[in-house]
């Protein structure tokens, strides 16, 4: 169904639409006339995008939001009810990247990307699922995870942990919110060009490099899982795996586990993980 027909109200909440995949997802909403709260820390990049959505056709309305505050949520809901009335889709964006090995990550940063990747998850869809509930019009959710959370990569262990929470989450509420008419979608990228490095964190250099690499060779683009996202939601669509490489993994760990395990394990002792990840990745997409 056309995303018009499906909410004629048109009203749409993004956390983290000040850049990279919020920006490019608020565009295309933009694209089809939606009002668009860009619900985002950092004021002048949200300012950006609204200056952004407004050229392609859209109505910003930005609002500040640390997602890791719930009264931060709180207050960007009760902005959307006294402006529009209400909201109709909630995408759950904002998130950080980090990597290193499990033992010598720092507590403090399990607990700032648990903050932002994690809880602002759970802030948002407890607030906005309130409402949902309250206004008995339906809606729909959107969660963005990562490929990560499906494949745990090694010396990624706290960016893993909290995107497979994100999908666990994101599958529960798939079924609870099933009676009140609320879809949702959990959104599985692998590597795409984006600006997740801006915030990235690594106790060793060498992840920070290898990252690096990996993002700056990415063909997809953020409007590529923009688009495909919107499509998700339009055929109500639960996994969201936009490249080939991510669609292969995912099914190949959920087929044949042990032997998942066996061969990454072994990639990853002889050295060929550091040397041809990209090669791997690269033959995942032909696979299949």
């Known amino acids: 169904m056309d995303l018009n027909k499906k909410f004629p109200g048109k ?3 993004i956390t983290g639409a000040g850049s990279g995949l919020g920006r490019a997802l608020a565009m295309e909403f933009a694209k089809r006339n939606w009002n668009i709260a860009i619900a985002e820390i950092n004021d002048e990049r949200a300012k950006e995008s609204a200056e952004m959505v407004k050229t392609e056709g859209g109505i910003p309305l930005t609002i500040h939001c640390d997602v890791t505050k719930p009264e931060d949520l709180e207050n960007v809901l009760n902005v959307v009810k006294k402006e529009w009335k209400g909201v109709d889709i909630l995408i759950n964006n904002a998130g950080v990247a980090s990597a290193g090995w499990f033992e010598k990550i720092p507590l403090e940063k399990w607990d700032w990307i648990i903050g932002i990747n994690l809880m602002s998850i759970v802030h948002g869809c407890r607030t906005f699922i309130r409402h949902f509930k309250e206004s008995g019009d339906g809606g729909y959710i ?3 995870a990562s490929n990560a959370g499906i494949a745990s990569l090694p010396e990624m262990v706290s960016y893993n942990t909290t995107k497979a929470a994100v999908i666990s989450i994101s599958e529960t509420l798939k079924i609870e919110l099933s009676k009140i008419n609320v879809g949702v979608s959990v959104v599985c990228p692998t590597f795409f060009k984006t600006n997740l490095m ?11 490099e ?13 409007e590529k899982v923009a688009n495909h996202t919107i499509q998700s939601i339009e055929k109500n669509r639960f996994y969201v795996i936009t490249q080939k490489d991510g669609r292969n993994m995912w099914r190949m760990k959920r087929w044949f586990p042990e032997m998942y395990f066996k061969v990454m394990s072994l990639l990853y002792k002889t050295g060929f993980y550091d040397r041809h990840l990209k090669k791997l990745l690269k033959l995942m997409n032909i696979v299949g």
């Open 11 to 13: 009203r749409v909440v």
């Open 142 to 144: 959107v969660n963005v």
């Open 198 to 208: 801006d915030q990235f964190t690594s106790p060793d250099e060498r992840q920070r």
């Open 210 to 222: 290898l990252a690096n690499t990996f993002f700056g060779n990415a063909k997809t683009t953020s």
